[in-house]
């Protein structure tokens, strides 16, 4: 692993860390704010590890993993089960504002001045002329 991939990587890493740890206290607006560094920081990693096997880096044989790609792998496993929680979390608040909504939209009976109910809809006085 080159140079530039180990630092990619340490960074795309600490990064994970970061969103895991903001995952891991149900704070979602961190969470979001990270969203396209984190898509910067794997799009450098990426680009980098490409270039490395490229210019032959990459050897052929056993290479022992270096620490930051385990750690990498960690954090990355770990960010999959936080975001599955989080929006797990999410579809639970909808659905319980969704089932409030209807509830919410309806308007509790009101009694006005002249003692009925206000805004009640209440039958119109009909009169019907029948001529035989």
């Not at 898509?39 to 450098?44: F, I, L």
């Not at 270096?66 to 496993?77: I, M, S, W």
Request: charged letters at 15%; aromatic letters at 2%; hydrophobic letters at 60%.
């Amino acid at each position: 692993m080159t140079v530039n991939a180990m630092m990619a990587a340490e960074g795309l890493a600490e990064l994970l860390a970061r969103e895991n740890a903001a995952l891991a206290a149900m704070d979602l607006p961190t969470a979001t704010a990270l969203v396209e560094v984190k898509r910067a920081a794997t799009d450098a990693f990426v680009a980098a590890h490409a270039r490395a096997a490229s210019m032959g880096a990459a050897s052929t044989g056993a290479v022992p993993v270096p620490e930051v790609v385990r750690r990498l792998g960690e954090l990355a496993a770990e960010n999959r089960l936080l975001l599955e929680r989080a929006m797990a979390v999410q579809q639970r608040v909808l659905a319980i504002i969704a089932e409030a909504a209807p509830r919410a939209s309806m308007v509790a009976p009101r009694y006005g001045a002249a003692g009925g109910l206000v805004g009640a809809r209440t039958a119109l006085p009909v009169a019907i002329a029948a001529s035989a």
